[in-house]
């Protein structure tokens, strides 16, 4: 069992940027790919990002390449996603997930262990 934690959401400016955090406690989860979704009000829950046990592996969706940056530091059991160039549309609640495979994923349904949520909202 992992249990997940984020934090570091809150209100930004459009063109702001804000840093998430992901702390894994329980299961070690330094050879599970951690991975980041969001779900904005009466959608989906779309992935943003993920990052291999070894950090060289990397995964963006097409909607946030070159503004975010995922990270991680398996001595600390911690993901980060930093987020630059803010725009409104990103306003959404970001989930940190964990998989219990070593491969990459982008699906939800690939990740077993989610976070409650952070709440991110870029203002215009």
């Known amino acids: 069992q992992v249990q997940l934690a984020e934090s570091g959401g809150g209100l930004v400016q459009a063109g702001g940027s804000l840093s998430l955090s992901c702390a894994a406690s329980?299961?070690?989860?330094?050879?599970?790919?951690m991975g980041w979704f969001r779900q904005a009000p009466g959608k989906e829950r779309d992935f943003v990002a993920a990052i291999t046990w070894s950090g060289i592996s990397r995964e963006y969706a097409d909607s946030v390449k070159g503004r975010f940056t995922i990270s991680r530091d398996n001595a600390k059991n911690t993901a980060y996603l930093q987020m630059k160039d803010l725009k409104p549309e990103d306003t959404a609640v970001y989930y940190c997930?964990?998989?219990?495979?070593?491969?990459?994923?982008?699906?939800?349904?690939?990740?077993?262990?989610w976070g409650q949520g952070t709440q991110v909202t870029v203002s215009s």
């Open positions: 997930a964990a998989r219990t495979a070593v491969s990459m994923g982008t699906m939800s349904y690939q990740y077993a262990y």
């Open positions: 329980g299961r070690t989860f330094s050879r599970n790919v």
